[in-house]
C-alpha cells in the first residue's frame, strides 16, 4: 500500500462503512483504501480514530451497513469518504421475537483440549475457587457501616496472623429494609445476595451480620439447606449470624468486638487450605465490556470470543450477558442455542427485560453513553454486534435468570442475562458463581471488584500505553498488525490460567474495588 494511504477497517465484504485505525485520526484530503488493489478513497471531512467513513455513496431511507448489519438507516445523502456518526443515523427498529432460528446452527467440529491446569482451592460443595477469602454478608444496608469498621479491624489486626487468607470483604448492599419484600420481582436481589455469599472464592465460609429488625432476616436470606454448615451447627440455627440488635450488645465495641471474634473460625479454616493442580474445566469465566468504542469489536472482543472458545473447548464455563448489549443480535443468540429450550429460555429473558425497560419508559437506544459515541460507535445496534463477539462461537448450553447460580453440570457458553451496567452485570456474574472475570474497554475504566480477580483487555494500544499500570493485555495489537485474534486469544488463555492461579492483575495490585450492586426491579416502599 503507498505510505501516504492509510488503513481502514471493514467488518465483512458488504459493509458499505469502515473505521479508521490511525492514531489521532485522519484530516480531510487523506486517502484510504480499504484493502491493497482496492482503489484510494479520499476523505470529505476529518474523521478521529475509531470513527466510521462511507466506503461508497449511501443514498437517503438506504441501510448503513457494519458487520454485515444494518446499524442505521441514512437521514441524508451520505457521499463516499464522509464521516459517518449517529447523528446522520435513524436507529433501526429492534428485532421482534416471531420467527427467530431457533437451535439452528450446527456446532463447530473442534477437538478438546486436555493438560490445561491451574492452581486452585477445592471446596466442599465441589466448585473451585481462584482466591481464598473471607465474606461477611450482610442482610441490611443499616449494618454497612459497623460491618465496614469490623472488616478494617480484621484485616489489620488478624488477617497478618492467617497468611493464606488473601482478603476480607464486606458485601455491603443498599436492600433488606423499605423494599416490598414480596413483590414478583424480589426474588432477584434475594437471590443474588444468597449466591454471591456462596461464591467459590469464599471457600464455603458463611457470616452474616444482621441489624435484626430488617425484612430480610437471616433464615430469609439463605434458608435451611442453602448454606454450608460450620462444625457442630444445626441447620435450624441457620447461618453463623452476628444480630447487633441483641441484647449482648451493649454499646458499640460490643458489636465490633463480636463480628471480630466471629471471623477467627472462618479465618482458621481458610487458612489450612492450599493451592492445588485442578484443571482448566473448573474455571467459571465471566466476560464484560465497558467504556467500549468502535475497536471493542475489531480487537479486544473477538480475542477474548476466541479465548472463550479455548475455555469451552477446555470443559469450562464462559458467561457472557448484558441484556441490551445482545438484544440486536437476537437471532445470533437463538440460532446458536443447543436446542429449542435454551433458544426459548434467551428469548424469555430478553422479552421480559424488553418490558422492564418499557415500565421505566426507557428504551434500548438509552445504553450507548457519550463515551461509547466519542469512540466511534453510533448506536446501540453497532455497539451490540461488536458486544456479542466477546461469547465466541460456541453452542449457547445454559440460560441463567438475574440472580440465578450456576449448577455443578452447568459447563460450557452460559447466557446470564443481567442488566449491561458494569456493577451490576459483575455482581449478578459473581451470584452465578464466576471465579474469574475478563473485562475490555477502549474508552479505559479502573473497574475491579473485590471478590474475584478482574483482567481488563484494553481495545487500542494507545489506551494500554497512556494507562500501562492499569490494562493487563493489549488487544490493540491486533489492528497495528503485530498478533493475529487467535494468537491473541491463545495468549489470554494462558493469562487466566496464571491469573487463576494467583498471579495479581492490576486491579487487585492496587486494590481497585467497584461496589456490589444488586439488581432490585421491584418496588421499594
Not at 466510521?52 to 451520505?78: C, D, E, F
Not at 436492600?175 to 416490598?180: E, H, I, L, P
Not at 479486544?300 to 450477558?321: E, H, K, Q, Y
Amino acid at each position: 500500500m503507498d505510505p501516504s494511504e492509510f488503513p481502514v477497517i471493514a467488518m465483512h465484504e458488504a459493509d458499505n462503512v469502515a473505521i479508521v485505525v490511525t492514531s489521532g485520526g485522519l484530516k480531510a484530503g487523506a486517502k484510504v483504501k480499504k484493502h491493497p488493489g482496492a482503489p484510494p478513497i479520499t476523505l470529505i471531512n476529518a474523521v478521529p480514530q475509531g470513527h466510521k467513513l462511507a466506503l461508497r455513496s449511501i443514498q437517503a431511507g438506504q441501510p448503513v451497513t457494519r458487520y454485515n448489519v444494518t446499524i442505521g438507516i441514512a437521514k441524508q445523502n451520505i457521499e463516499a469518504g464522509s464521516w459517518v456518526h449517529e447523528r446522520l443515523l435513524e436507529l433501526p427498529s429492534a428485532r421482534n421475537f416471531f420467527n427467530l432460528p431457533m437451535a439452528t446452527a450446527n456446532a463447530p467440529s473442534v477437538e478438546a483440549l486436555e493438560g490445561f491446569t491451574f492452581q486452585g482451592y477445592r471446596n466442599s460443595d465441589g466448585s473451585v475457587g481462584t482466591r481464598n477469602i473471607l465474606a461477611v454478608t450482610t442482610t441490611v444496608q443499616c449494618v454497612a457501616g459497623v460491618v465496614n469498621l469490623a472488616v478494617q479491624k480484621i484485616k489489620e489486626e488478624l488477617l497478618p496472623l492467617y497468611p493464606n487468607v488473601d482478603d476480607v470483604v464486606g458485601i455491603e448492599h443498599t436492600y433488606g429494609c423499605g423494599v416490598a419484600i414480596d413483590a414478583p420481582d424480589a426474588i432477584i436481589p434475594i437471590r443474588t445476595l444468597r449466591n454471591i455469599s456462596l461464591n467459590p472464592n469464599f471457600g464455603n465460609e458463611v457470616l452474616v451480620i444482621s441489624l435484626g429488625c430488617e425484612k430480610l432476616p437471616p433464615l430469609r436470606l439463605l434458608p435451611a439447606g442453602s448454606f454450608p454448615l460450620m462444625p457442630d451447627q444445626k441447620e435450624s440455627d441457620g447461618p453463623h449470624t452476628v444480630c447487633l440488635q441483641d441484647d449482648q450488645h451493649v454499646g458499640f465495641m460490643s458489636m465490633l468486638h463480636s463480628i471480630v471474634d466471629s471471623a477467627r473460625p472462618h479465618l482458621s479454616r481458610l487458612n489450612a487450605r492450599r493451592r492445588e493442580t485442578v484443571p482448566a474445566s473448573e474455571l467459571v469465566v465471566g466476560v464484560q465490556c465497558g467504556g467500549s468504542d468502535a475497536f471493542s469489536g475489531v480487537t479486544a472482543n473477538p480475542v477474548v470470543g476466541f479465548a472463550a472458545d479455548l475455555l469451552v473447548r477446555a470443559g469450562a464455563t464462559i458467561m457472557f450477558s448484558e441484556n441490551t448489549e445482545v438484544r440486536d443480535a437476537v437471532e445470533q443468540l437463538t440460532h446458536r442455542a443447543v436446542n429449542p429450550e435454551v433458544a426459548q429460555s434467551i428469548v424469555r429473558e430478553l422479552d421480559w427485560y424488553d418490558r422492564y425497560l418499557e415500565r421505566g419508559q426507557a428504551d434500548r437506544s438509552a445504553n450507548t453513553t457519550p463515551g461509547n459515541k466519542a469512540g466511534g460507535l453510533s448506536n446501540i445496534v453497532e455497539k451490540a454486534m461488536g458486544s456479542i463477539v466477546k461469547s465466541g462461537s460456541m453452542p449457547i448450553q445454559h440460560v441463567l435468570a438475574p440472580g440465578e447460580k450456576l449448577k455443578a453440570h452447568q459447563k460450557g457458553l452460559v447466557f446470564a442475562a443481567t442488566p449491561a451496567s458494569d456493577f451490576i452485570c459483575g455482581t449478578l456474574q459473581l451470584a452465578a458463581g464466576m471465579n474469574l472475570h475478563v473485562f475490555t474497554t477502549g474508552r479505559g475504566t479502573p473497574y475491579g471488584l473485590q471478590a474475584c480477580p478482574v483482567l481488563k483487555v484494553a481495545t487500542r494500544t494507545e489506551l494500554a500505553k497512556r494507562w500501562h499500570d492499569l490494562m493487563d493485555m493489549n488487544a490493540g495489537r491486533v489492528a497495528d498488525g503485530e498478533i493475529s485474534i487467535e494468537e491473541g486469544g491463545w495468549e489470554l488463555f494462558k493469562l487466566l490460567l496464571d491469573v487463576a492461579s494467583g498471579r495479581q492483575t492490576w486491579a487487585e495490585h492496587w486494590k481497585l474495588h467497584n461496589a456490589l450492586v444488586l439488581f432490585n426491579p421491584a418496588p421499594i416502599t
